[in-house]
T-cell receptor
Framework: KQEVTQIPAALSVPEGENLVLNCSFTDSAIYNLQWFRQDPGKGLTSLLLIQSSQREQTSGRLNASLDKSSGRSTLYIAASQPGDSATYLCAVSAAGDQTGANNLFFGTGTRLTVIP | SQTIHQWPATLVQPVGSPLSLECTVEGTSNPNLYWYRQAAGRGLQLLFYSVGIGQISSEVPQNLSASRPQDRQFILSSKKLLLSDSGFYLC???????????FGPGTRLTVL
């Protein structure tokens, strides 16, 4: 069964710093990987989706990379801002899913605090 | 544009009482629908998914059930709540043939 791990569990950085969040998964046979942001008490907001055939995706100050063979993904946040404070979750879907459901397996997240 | 609604936003229920949480999606047809639970300090756990009306698959044995009476409506139910059912319940959808999942605002359930 796919297991997704995110390290560190929590991270505090001063405003303006660049930072990297890590995600690893045990089964490299994935269909895609999705990064989400979750604010306290709220639902998940999709940030970036990387297909298994892609190496990276960018959106504004965010850049997500994928190394499928090693089972790793990183989310790079440039010039961090206090508004970036949230929990960041990564999730993968399995290749060869015959159900058509494209179910996601989630990590437990990294709680980011950007200090003004 | 597509939107997803969940209600209620918060709910406090006694042990042994029934439960009904509702999720509806607007602006799309024939989506895949999902129910997740997020317990304190734990990751998201997929509870149920549905690829069509009346088609429900369960990922884990539990005290809960799900139904999809209409194309864009997904309901999570229980006949008798347990303390362990407390958590944050999230509904999500994915467009047919698309890849991204999109989540609703969630329902905070506290069972006392």
């Amino acid at each position: 069964k796919q297991e997704v791990t995110q390290i560190p569990a929590a991270l505090s950085v001063p405003e303006g710093e660049n930072l990297v969040l890590n995600c690893s998964f045990t089964d490299s046979a994935i269909y895609n990987l999705q990064w989400f942001r979750q604010d306290p008490g709220k639902g998940l907001t999709s940030l970036l989706l990387i297909q298994s055939s892609q190496r990276e995706q960018t959106s504004g100050r965010l850049n997500a990379s994928l190394d499928k063979s090693s089972g790793r993904s990183t989310l790079y946040i440039a010039a961090s801002q206090p508004g970036d404070s949230a929990t960041y979750l990564c999730a993968v879907s399995a290749a060869g899913d015959q159900t058509g459901a494209n179910n996601l397996f989630f990590g437990t997240g990294t709680r980011l605090t950007v200090i003004p | 544009s597509q939107t997803i609604h969940q209600w209620p936003a918060t709910l406090v229920q006694p042990v042994g009482s029934p439960l009904s949480l509702e999720c509806t999606v607007e602006g799309t047809s024939n989506p895949n629908l999902y129910w997740y639970r997020q317990a304190a300090g734990r990751g998201l756990q997929l509870l149920f998914y549905s690829v069509g009306i009346g088609q429900i698959s369960s990922e884990v044995p539990q005290n809960l059930s799900a139904s999809r009476p209409q194309d864009r409506q997904f309901i999570l139910s229980s006949k008798k709540l347990l303390l362990s059912d407390s958590g944050f319940y999230l509904c999500a959808w994915r467009g047919r043939g698309a890849y991204e999942q999109f989540f609703g605002p969630g329902t905070r359930l506290t069972v006392l």
